[in-house]
């Protein structure tokens, strides 16, 4: 089932519609809001979510190392980690 709606980037006139039709059916926001919820729950835990974070900032460390020392950035070590989950 719908979740949201989708507008073209850039059409004001779209998302201005897309948000009124929320804005006056109450029902359909409660619905949408459900579904996304439970497709979110779905797809992202907090240990994925962690992992993703950790590997871009990983991943930025290496580029950001690559062009302050103008070598490769295969060759520049990761950070460490020392992330702990908390449930």
């Known amino acids: 089932g ?3 709606s989708r507008t073209a980037n850039g059409d004001t006139a779209a998302l201005t ?3 009124l ?3 006056e059916n109450r029902a359909r926001r409660e619905e949408e809001g459900r579904r996304a919820r439970q497709l979110f729950d779905a797809r992202f835990t907090k240990e994925k ?3 993703e974070f950790i590997r ?3 991943e ?3 580029k950001s ?7 490769d ?4 070590s990761p950070p460490s980690r020392s992330f702990a989950l908390k449930k």
């Open 21 to 23: 039709a929320y804005a």
């Open 60 to 62: 930025l460390g290496r």
């Open 49 to 51: 979510s962690v992992g």
């Open 2 to 4: 719908r979740c949201g």
């Open 56 to 58: 871009l900032l990983e």
């Open 65 to 71: 190392g690559a062009k302050a020392s103008g070598g």
């Open 17 to 19: 519609q897309a948000i």
């Open 73 to 76: 950035p295969a060759s520049t």
